[in-house]
């Protein structure tokens, strides 16, 4: 059975770090590239950042360039989103989901639960 679970949100402040975790199960890391997205409140749910399931290459949407690193960990099916430097913008839901071969190809399904961000002054 496919599955993605999220884990490691919480409350932070402005200018700290979290480190959100992406288990994966049913299928291969080498195979499937990994997204990364986040629902803010009000507003729709956005793409932030993946990473290629053939080549581990990653990609990163501006606002987060520079602050959110991803990363897997193919022994222990875990893909992670390290989130440094927070601002208040980054508060929201952020969900995993699996993705064709890389991150070029659209199509993400299942998704995992979501897990919360709160980012506070």
């Known amino acids: 059975q496919v599955r993605l679970v999220e884990s490691g949100g919480g409350l932070v402040h402005t200018g700290g770090s979290l480190r959100l975790s992406c288990a994966v199960s049913?299928?291969?890391?080498?195979?499937?590239?990994i997204g990364w997205f986040r629902q803010a409140p009000g507003k729709t749910r956005e793409g932030i950042s993946c990473i290629s399931g053939s080549d581990g290459r990653t990609y990163y949407q501006e606002s987060v360039k520079g602050r959110f690193t991803v990363s897997r960990d193919k022994a222990k099916n875990t893909v992670y989103l390290q989130m440094n430097n927070v601002l208040l913008e980054d508060t929201g839901v952020y969900f995993c989901?699996?993705?064709?071969?890389?991150?070029?190809?659209?199509?993400?399904?299942?998704w995992g639960q979501g897990t919360q961000v709160t980012v506070s002054p």
């Open positions: 989901a699996k993705g064709g071969a890389d991150c070029q190809r659209g199509g993400y399904d299942p």
């Open positions: 049913g299928f291969s890391l080498d195979a499937h590239a």
